[in-house]
């Protein structure tokens, strides 16, 4: 397989960023592999596929909650042959039930090459950030 380059993975980050804060449901979660994982800060436990993070989006979707806007800084791309860690702060702003809060968090993506030549993400890590 050949190695990721730092242009494909800033795209497909671009794409699942973009995405994300679009609430683009289906394109969103094309970026992913089925066998991704997930560590979320605001989540008790790693959530172990792509169905069961599918699953808590629409319980999220189901309660009201919605993405305003989701702006991204700070990247970095670090390469490893065919996977790659693409890295940024994220600042979100979500809707639940019509009450605005405003996320600072940071953010650890890692991407791999497919079979197929495509670039995934098989693991997105979030974890809260200090505002200076």
Known sequence: M??????????????????????????????????????????????????????????????????????SSGQAVQLAGTGAVFSHDVRTVVEVAGARDVLHERESIIFSRTPDGGILAIHEHLSPASVS
């Open 2 to 71: 050949e190695i990721l380059t730092r242009t494909e993975v800033q795209a497909a980050a671009t794409r699942l960023v973009d995405a994300f804060a679009a609430a683009d449901f289906d394109a969103y979660f094309r970026c992913f592999a089925e066998d991704a994982t997930f560590l979320f800060h605001t989540e008790p436990s790693r959530i172990e596929s792509l169905e069961d993070y599918r699953n808590l989006w629409r319980s999220w979707l189901d309660s009201g909650w919605r993405v305003v806007e989701c702006q």
